[in-house]
């Protein structure tokens, strides 16, 4: 049986303080700034839950709920929901936070991560330790997200 890891092990969270470099014309945060910044956190949880190289295989179910704008400050959190032999499926939240310290989700996104040997070929990951009936229901709807995922490849998208 193959080594297993908690969700708690590879969690992350990282800040990022939005600046003009970051808005787009609108005055709003450019969107592929936070995809470079959802990416970078994904990479970073793939990699702590299997201790290998990581490749993104696919974002998917990116959803922008609001804008944030310069002077905020963006937190994403990272955490590993599925994984199979050698890929994870990673869910990053994304919140503006205000001077106040409160928080608005401003986006969720799912990332499908692949570790790979220094050849580039998957190599096997731990499996996930589930400790929670909410960790059970993400791991669920993440085996549906890659059955999903994999129809679509099928599919030709």
Known sequence: MRESKKVSESFTEQQY??????????????GGQLLKWIDELAGIVAIRHSGETVTTAAIDNLQF??????GQMIVLQGSVTY????????????????????????????????AINCKGQPVEVPDLRIESPAQQQEYEAAAKRK???????????
């Open 17 to 30: 303080l939005i600046r003009p470099t970051h808005i787009n014309h609108y005055g709003r945060l450019f």
């Open 65 to 70: 709920k609001a804008p944030a704008y310069a």
């Open 83 to 114: 994984v199979g032999r050698s890929s994870m499926e990673i869910r990053v939240d994304t919140y503006a936070e205000a001077m106040d310290g409160t928080r608005e989700m401003i986006n969720r996104a799912y990332v499908e991560m692949v």
């Open 147 to 157: 059955a999903l995922r994999k129809q679509r490849r099928q599919e030709g998208f």
